[in-house]
T-cell receptor, first 114, second 114 residues
Framework: DGGITQSPKYLFRKEGQNVTLSCEQNLNHDAMYWYRQDPGQGLRLIYYSQIVNDFQKGDIAEGYSVSREKKESFPLTVTSAQKNPTAFYLC?????????????FGPGTRLLVL | KQEVTQIPAALSVPEGENLVLNCSFTDSAIYNLQWFRQDPGKGLTSLLLIQSSQREQTSGRLNASLDKSSGRSTLYIAASQPGDSATYLCAVKGYWAAGNKLTFGGGTRVLVKP
């Protein structure tokens, strides 16, 4: 089965703590994305990557960091600098960046602050 | 800066009625427009993708139209069913957007009553 997996489904963060959200895809897609969704709102782009070892900031990158060491993996770290991290985080992938093909989404991780 | 708006934010209809969901965008220089479905606490599923050169796309009971000049798209769902209950989001890719960046609307939450 091809698709995108995210783990964990729920994640709790203590104040001052860094936490990492996992995203894995077996679609052989070059491009991967991280979005944040707040209640009743659309998605906002945090970071995106078009190829291994390359990534770019999106609209709301402050307080977040990513890495792309493997094509199939794009983990997101929510750092202590992110003062309002409670949200639903969605990872997505697409064949590439240029063509505008649809993005495929994972099931999401809900991050809550203790 | 592209802004995408979806009105109404919520909609409730009896089963069998046709659904009409609206999406408007401020910058008509778009590459494409997509409609997604999101079930509660889940990721997004792509429903229809309309390229900027197209006027509409159809898939089963779903039909989406695009009018770039007026900055509008409409998603029609014929003969609604309780299983259509979900949040529907539209997203546009700007013609000059870097990184296949999508700008999302806030979504319309739909409830189809049996």
């Amino acid at each position: 089965d091809g698709g995108i997996t995210q783990s964990p489904k729920y994640l709790f963060r203590k104040e001052g703590q860094n936490v990492t959200l996992s995203c894995e895809q077996n679609l052989n897609h070059d491009a991967m994305y991280w979005y944040r969704q707040d209640p009743g709102q659309g998605l906002r782009l945090i970071y995106y990557s078009q190829i291994v070892n390359d990534f770019q900031k999106g609209d709301i990158a402050e307080g977040y960091s990513v890495s792309r060491e493997k094509k199939e993996s794009f983990p997101l770290t929510v750092t202590s600098a992110q003062k309002n991290p409670t949200a639903f985080y969605l990872c997505a992938s697409s064949i590439d960046l240029a063509g505008g093909e649809t993005q495929y989404f994972g099931p999401g991780t809900r991050l809550l602050v203790l | 800066k592209q802004e995408v708006t979806q009105i109404p934010a919520a909609l409730s209809v009896p089963e069998g009625e046709n659904l009409v969901l609206n999406c408007s965008f401020t910058d008509s220089a778009i590459y494409n427009l997509q409609w997604f479905r999101q079930d509660p606490g889940k990721g997004l599923t792509s429903l229809l993708l309309i390229q900027s050169s197209q006027r509409e796309q159809t898939s089963g009971r779903l039909n989406a139209s695009l009018d770039k000049s007026s900055g509008r798209s409409t998603l029609y769902i014929a003969a609604s069913q309780p299983g259509d209950s979900a949040t529907y989001l539209c997203a546009v890719k700007g013609y000059w957007a870097a990184g296949n960046k999508l700008t999302f609307g806030g979504g319309t939450r739909v409830l189809v009553k049996p």
